[in-house]
């Protein structure tokens, strides 16, 4: 599964712009319990509230979850789109030669769950978002379609 190193830096951006947790959990609409759940990987943040939480630092996705140690200033208009991070999860699939089966097995989930997320329907879990970006040498934010 995830390795440990991800999402250790959203305790220290946050830090570094000297926000409290619960005023940062106040701008996500979430409570400071559930905000601290996901500060401390006791619960993984949800992809939609990690665009958030990087729209609202103008930072990328890549950065904040620890996959890369480049910091890229963003615009904080970014909005995800399912149809889009579906789009992109079919070609990383196919560029790697691999059914929906296989890439399924890998995440430990099904095949209809693969499906629903290539068709548009359902947004990716962040955990398996990240899992296919470690594995198949990818970013989060190309995989989101942040510019």
């Not at 996959?67 to 200033?73: A, E, F, R, V």
């Not at 909005?79 to 790697?96: H, T």
């Not at 995440?107 to 899992?131: C, D, N, P």
Request: glycine letters at 2%; charged letters at 30%.
């Amino acid at each position: 599964m995830i390795n440990e190193f991800l999402l250790d830096k959203m305790k220290d951006i946050r830090e570094e712009h000297d926000i409290k947790q619960k005023d940062l959990a106040k701008k996500l609409n979430v409570s400071q319990p559930n905000y601290a759940r996901w500060e401390t990987k006791a619960k993984i943040i949800p992809l939609r509230k990690l665009n958030e939480l990087c729209n609202y630092f103008e930072i990328n996705m890549d950065y904040i979850i620890g996959i890369s140690n480049k910091k890229i200033k963003m615009k904080n208009n970014n909005v995800l789109d399912k149809k889009i991070i579906g789009q992109n999860i079919k070609k990383i699939r196919e560029e790697n030669n691999l059914s929906q089966k296989e890439i399924a097995n890998m995440l430990h989930t099904t095949q209809s769950v693969i499906s629903a997320y290539e068709a548009g329907k359902t947004l990716i879990l962040t955990a398996f978002a990240m899992e296919i970006c470690l594995k198949y040498n990818v970013s989060l934010d190309k995989l989101c379609n942040r510019k």
